[in-house]
């Protein structure tokens, strides 16, 4: 009895184990997709035909930058895309969540690459840890403050 109690305990853990993915791993899984989606959303926004999610144009995050103090006032509300290289981030906090600081993976290696910062929720502190400094990642945050952020392609369901 005891033996076979064992056995499906380990039978349990090994394919619990198999089935059991870090954000490291949706990542990379995704990580073609998700290049091919932010190009086609780089595309469109320089063209000005923004897509939808859930009611809200998206833009991408250089072209939102290149656009003046007076247009950037109709994207309120409106949700930002980014590709990013993971600089840093600050520890969880109660009140905030996590602060994180990157470069655009367009400027990365560049002479005067610019820094920018947003806050994701507190959920993601593991993942971030996991998937390290310099990790290329891909964000939606709603603007203008870069702020009520989600990772996408760490493998969150979505319901």
Same mark, same amino acid.
């Given at each position: 009895?005891?033996?076979?109690?064992?056995?499906?305990?380990?039978?349990?853990?090994?394919?619990?184990?198999?089935? *059991?993915?870090?954000?490291?791993?949706?990542?990379?899984?995704?990580?073609?997709?998700?290049?091919?989606?932010?190009?086609?959303?780089?595309?469109?926004?320089?063209?000005?035909?923004?897509?939808?999610?859930?009611?809200?144009?998206?833009?991408?995050?250089?072209?939102?930058?290149?656009?003046?103090?007076?247009?950037?006032?109709?994207?309120?509300?409106?949700?930002?895309?980014?590709?990013?290289?993971?600089?840093?981030?600050?520890?969880?906090?109660?009140?905030?969540?996590?602060?994180?600081?990157?470069?655009?993976?367009?400027?990365?290696?560049?002479?005067?690459?610019?820094?920018?910062?947003?806050?994701?929720?507190?959920?993601?502190?593991?993942?971030?840890? *996991?998937?390290?400094?310099?990790?290329?990642?891909?964000?939606?945050?709603?603007?203008?403050?870069?702020?009520?952020?989600?990772?996408?392609?760490?493998?969150?369901?979505?319901?």
């Amino acid at each position: 009895m005891k033996k076979t109690f064992l056995a499906l305990i380990l039978f349990y853990c090994y394919f619990y184990s198999l089935d *059991s993915k870090s954000a490291n791993d949706y990542l990379k899984e995704q990580s073609k997709i998700l290049q091919s989606y932010y190009n086609q959303v780089k595309k469109q926004s320089i063209k000005k035909q923004y897509p939808i999610f859930r009611g809200r144009k998206i833009i991408e995050h250089s072209v939102y930058l290149s656009l003046d103090k007076e247009q950037k006032k109709h994207w309120i509300g409106q949700i930002v895309f980014s590709q990013f290289i993971l600089q840093d981030f600050i520890k969880y906090s109660n009140f905030g969540g996590i602060g994180v600081a990157g470069i655009l993976a367009d400027e990365y290696g560049s002479k005067k690459p610019r820094i920018f910062y947003l806050k994701l929720d507190g959920r993601y502190l593991s993942d971030l840890e *996991s998937l390290g400094i310099h990790s290329e990642l891909y964000t939606y945050c709603i603007l203008p403050n870069f702020n009520q952020c989600i990772l996408l392609g760490i493998g969150e369901e979505w319901k």
